[in-house]
């Protein structure tokens, strides 16, 4: 019911946060740059990033393969090889690829028991349990500090490219000004390069671990908001 009569924003630059519930969208674009095989094709705009900054240093994602009952918990991957707990990003800095035989092979560096098969194909990779660990402000002390933005509560339609980083997706949400909703809004695109973006994320601490991967709500002050 909130949502009812939406408005269209005006293009403009504002602080944007991405609610908790689709907050681990904006980690599908990491994932698949920091794949083995995208890596070993050179089609991956964290190509050169390995054991570099490539978020804030108050981030850290990791990944949980043995968890109780986590919807992506596995003692082994689909090539047979032993999984295990890791930091794929410790504090900012990327500390590994996900490889699966193949990729490891053609980069020269040991597989990390990241490989998946489907029904057909050759293999791909995918992390276990990837939770992106939890800040210390509530999104609404974010929102205060912010004093106006935009809160996403959808996303829909992603577009990257896998080179560069330039990313963009068609959203819905609320503007918030004075640190609080003040309006519904749809039919606006946010859009930026996601090494820029990632560099300025900042987690809240609203986590909740609901399915293979989790974040709390995430909060980047400066995004390009594309309406009418």
């Not at 050169?48 to 393969?65: H, M």
């Not at 098969?117 to 050759?122: D, E, H, S, V």
């Not at 402000?137 to 490219?161: C, I, K, Y």
Request: hydrophobic residues 40%; aromatic residues 6%.
């Amino acid at each position: 019911m909130a949502r009812l009569n939406p408005r269209k924003l005006d293009s403009r630059t504002a602080p944007v946060l991405v609610e908790n519930r689709i907050a681990a969208g904006l980690l599908s674009p990491f994932v698949g740059a920091i794949a083995g095989p995208s890596v070993a094709r050179g089609q991956s705009f964290l190509k050169d990033k390995l054991g570099q900054p490539v978020f804030s240093q108050s981030i850290t994602l990791s990944e949980a393969p043995h968890r109780p009952r986590g919807l992506g918990s596995a003692p082994f991957d689909d090539e047979g090889l032993p999984t295990q707990e890791r930091r794929l990003i410790d504090k900012g800095v990327l500390t590994t690829w996900l490889l699966n035989l193949s990729s490891s092979r053609q980069l020269g560096l040991e597989p990390t028991g990241h490989a998946s098969r489907g029904l057909a194909g050759p293999p791909g990779v995918t992390p276990h349990n990837l939770t992106l660990e939890a800040g210390p402000d509530t999104p609404e002390a974010l929102m205060r500090a912010a004093g106006q933005g935009l809160l996403v509560t959808s996303m829909f339609g992603p577009s990257l490219n896998a080179n560069t980083g330039d990313w963009s997706v068609g959203v819905s949400g609320f503007w918030f000004e004075a640190g609080e909703l003040a309006y519904p809004v749809s039919e606006i695109t946010v859009a930026g390069n996601l090494i820029d973006l990632y560099a300025r994320l900042v987690a809240a601490s609203d986590l909740e671990i609901r399915g293979a991967s989790n974040a709390p709500t995430l909060f980047i002050d400066g995004v390009a908001i594309a309406g009418r």
